[in-house]
């Protein structure tokens, strides 16, 4: 029994936080082992009898369950897809799995990916792994460490603690073996990319294994966005005994990432303010001045010139700069240095009476500098004045110039993050007549940390004055006269006085206890009910800006804080009626900190933290000798207690009973999801996934755009990948791999800014990818955009992010 035991244990540790099976064993393999009888700690279903497809997982429940018995929406990326796609980074992944996208505000900082339009939460083995902190910081995460990536769609507090509203993203890290495997791994690509890598894993006795990862990466990048990336992932594994073992890891990266906070933008001309005329359509007698004398007057000339400079597209979709973009001599990388020490302890304490403790300490320190607003007006009527200045062509000298671009801003941004977390997972698994049951009780606390300050410089167009109306402060950044060739300013940021405009101290603590049961009930019934108590305290001390930004918080501020706490919970059932189909259905709540970077002050010191509600009815279905497994998710979930401003509160009233806010806004997505994954037999693996979803904005009613579709969310993507195993007269198969990607129009509408018509279009790439891999040696050539498509990858702010054009990397692999 120890021994069987002890076995359990390794698989224990080396999965996230519980077993999954034997994931490298055939069903023969596994079929050959020892029975265990339903008295047994473990319950080990004949969905344990794993092969490449259908697989346990731990996320969902933190319990011995195989996909196919889980209510949840639950997708696997598995190491061997990973590699086939020559994937590097969280960016580059999503394809793979419906629902996920880029967040559509994204700054070009960090990865702010969202599932089901909603935010992400990340981990690694289910431990916090860096949050998706809107668009100040936030690193991007390479998968140089990693086996397996898993997504949990929708709110699970309860499990993971503070939580997003979209679900979790958990990164598997490599493990350490008591087998000895030593890899190394060189790449090669376009514009100077190359790297390499070293994996060596092994016993240092007969109770201790070790493992050793490490890569250095660097690449000049597409449009001259360059990476510089080094890591190094370390740990070592105690088998203390037949029924405890604990891991000791760490991680260090040190990169320096790019960032684009504009992409290509869209040309601000307002359809509305010209009768609905789209830009093809007018001119310079469509463009009239202001009737009233207010705004920028131009001339009959200059309105004419202003009309010629306009494309069918502009107001609507980016201008295409082709390799060319506004980012600026003074933009610096998002530097980033991140550490991580994480301890892991699993004991048996009986056969039936599991211990998962996890103990992290993580720092991420980070600087960038980034260039944002240089806005291009062209025409807009807002708040009832044509070209109201600065939001106006620029006009010098009684010269017009169409492209220039006004407003700009530089943001300096160093921030420093500091957390620990501490989780612990008590497992008991019973019987009660015929009745399977597992018991979760569990517990968690963490804390972070923040250290912000931030120093912006702008053009002319920002102007300060005091009470008196005297000019204390104005940009001295110069205007860009046409954005397809920009005269950048010359020297350093500091060179333009810039203003501190951010300087505080921010904490987020949160604990909570929460217990959960799982039945196996027969007659292929399985339940999960949990429930949980969290309780979330923010504090947040103001520790003064520049006088000139702000006279009344020049100062140091006292210390404010705030506590909300609440019940979460997770409902769900599955019913198989055979082997091969299950059906269920979930239900969930969650919560959040309603700002992990914002502000607390007294008007908000009883403000509610955010919740979500998610709801999924979902079919699984497998085959082929279950080497194919694939799910369809109808579902519907919702970030709720959205704050937004209440227009009859009055801040110059020194008394009021009005509320200066309403926390009834809600984000919220509705659609369905497919997934499937197959290797259909020797030869064939397929990977497909699609999502159809809505995503809508119901944050504030008295907003023009409330109920408008979510930025940067399409209603349909989908992507397949598929490889074929071709024998030819050689040693060994050559893999032959396509795949397709395809992603719907993104919306970027702005009310505010005046193109409430934005968006970025649709597009389709294809990627391919060859190699052979025989005995110690594997050679891989991908191409990525085959066809030399040109597309947008991400929408932007205002604008969209130009994808990559085509390019190959070399993979060359050695194993011992």
């Known amino acids: 029994m120890k021994s069987l035991r002890l076995s359990l244990l390794t698989i224990a540790c080396h999965s996230a936080l519980f077993p999954v099976y034997a994931q490298d064993k055939s069903p023969d393999d596994i079929i050959a082992e020892p029975q265990i009888s339903s008295d047994d700690y473990e319950r080990i279903t004949v969905y344990g009898r794993q092969n490449q497809v259908v697989k346990n997982s731990g996320l969902a429940t933190k319990s011995d369950m195989s996909l196919m018995e889980t209510p949840a929406a639950v997708v696997i990326v598995d190491e061997s897809l990973i590699d086939s796609q020559g994937v590097s980074n969280m960016q580059d992944l999503i394809r793979n799995i419906s629902g996920v996208t880029q967040a559509g505000n994204n700054y070009g900082i960090g990865d702010n990916l969202i599932i089901r339009g909603l935010g992400a939460n990340y981990t690694y ?66 514009w100077d990319t190359y790297s390499f890598m070293a994996d060596s894993t092994g016993a240092v006795s007969d109770d201790v294994a070790y493992r050793v990862v490490a890569k250095s990466a660097r690449s000049d990048g597409y449009r001259d966005l360059g990476t510089d990336r080094d890591e190094v992932y370390g740990s070592l594994k105690f088998d203390l005994s037949d029924d405890q073992n604990i891991m000791l890891s760490v991680a260090y990266i040190n990169d320096s990432i790019p960032v684009d906070s504009i992409g290509h933008p869209i040309r601000i001309y307002n359809a509305d303010s010209v009768d609905g005329k789209t830009a093809d359509q007018v001119s310079g007698e469509d463009l009239v001045n202001d009737p009233n004398g207010n705004g920028v007057q131009l001339s009959d000339e200059q309105r004419q010139q202003l009309a010629d400079s306009l494309s069918n597209t502009d107001g609507q979709t980016p201008y295409d700069f082709g390799h060319n973009g506004l980012i600026s001599p003074m933009a610096k990388d998002n530097e980033g240095e991140e550490l991580r020490f994480k301890l892991t302890h699993n004991i048996y ?119 008196n109306g005297d000019v204390t402060y104005q940009g ?10 920009p005269n950048w300013g010359e020297g350093d940021f500091e060179d333009y006085d810039p203003l501190l405009t951010s300087n505080y101290n921010k904490t987020v603590a949160a604990w909570g206890v929460g217990v959960q049961h799982v039945g196996y009930l027969g007659g292929g019934l399985t339940s999960r009910i949990g429930v949980a108590f969290n309780e979330i305290k923010q504090t947040y001390q103001h520790l003064g800006v520049d006088s000139r930004y702000s006279s009344s918080l020049a100062e140091p501020q006292p210390e404010a804080d705030t506590t909300d706490n609440g019940i979460t919970f997770n409902l769900g059932l599955t019913y198989m009626p055979t082997d091969d189909i299950s059906i269920f259905v979930n239900h969930s709540k969650g919560r959040t900190a309603y700002s992990v970077l914002g502000d607390v002050t007294g008007s908000e010191a009883d403000r509610d933290d955010s919740e979500s509600i998610s709801s999924d009815i979902g079919l699984r279905t497998k085959a082929f000798d279950d080497q194919l497994l694939a799910s369809l998710v109808f579902f519907k979930t919702s970030r709720t207690n959205v704050a937004y401003s209440n227009p009859d509160y009055d801040s110059s ?164």
Do not use: C
């Not at 460490?145 to 993971?160: D, I, M, Q, R």
């Not at 941004?413 to 597992?438: K, M, P, T």
């Not at 001295?476 to 060739?485: A, F, G, H, N, V």
């Not at 926390?663 to 997505?669: A, F, V």
């Open 349 to 467: 304490l009986t056969d039936n009476l599991f211990l998962n403790q996890q103990l992290q300490y993580r720092n991420y320190d980070t600087s960038f500098a980034r260039q944002t607003g240089a806005y291009n007006y062209v025409y807009w009527e807002r708040n009832g004045v044509i070209n109201d200045d600065p939001r106006a062509p620029l006009v010098e000298d009684d010269v017009l110039y169409p492209y220039a671009a006004r407003r700009q801003e530089y943001r300096k941004v160093s921030a420093d993050e500091e957390s620990w977390q501490y989780f612990a997972d008590l497992r008991y698994n019973f019987d009660i007549g015929n009745i399977e049951n597992e018991l979760l009780v569990n517990a968690n606390f963490e804390d972070r940390t923040i250290r912000f300050q931030q120093y912006s410089i702008w053009d002319a167009d920002y102007v300060l004055t005091d009470s």
């Open 476 to 485: 001295s950044l110069p205007y860009i006269y046409d954005i397809r060739d």
């Open 653 to 816: 009233q020194t008394t009021t009973d009005i509320d200066p806010y309403f926390y009834d806004g809600s984000e919220d997505t509705k659609g369905v999801e497919l997934d499937l994954n197959a290797y259909l037999n020797d030869q064939w693996q397929v990977n497909a996934n699609a999502v159809y979803q809505d995503a809508r904005d119901n944050q504030n009613p008295n907003s023009s755009g409330y109920g408008q579709r979510q930025k940067g969310v399409p209603y349909v993507t989908a992507s397949t990948w598929v490889t074929y195993a071709a024998e030819l007269d050689l040693p060994a198969p050559v893999s032959i791999s396509l795949g397709a990607e395809y992603v719907g129009q993104r919306s970027t509408n702005s009310s505010s800014f005046g193109i409430p018509d934005g968006y970025v279009p649709s597009y389709t790439v294809f990627d391919t990818a060859i190699s052979y891999d025989v005995e110690r040696y594997k050679v891989q050539l991908n191409i990525n955009n085959l066809l030399n498509k040109s597309y947008y990858e991400k929408a932007m702010f205002l604008g969209g992010l130009p994808g990559e054009e085509r390019n190959a990397k070399l993979t060359v692999t050695y194993r011992i």
């Open 125 to 190: 083995d289910g431990m916090y792994g860096g949050a998706g902190l809107s668009n100040t910081f936030n690193p991007t995460r390479s998968l140089t460490n990693v086996s397996s990536v898993e997504v949990l769609k929708g709110p699970a507090t309860g499990l993971y603690g503070i939580g997003s509203a979209g679900g979790v993203i958990n990164l598997i890290e490599k493990k350490p073996e008591f087998v000895s495997q030593h890899l190394f791994e060189a790449e090669v690509g376009q």
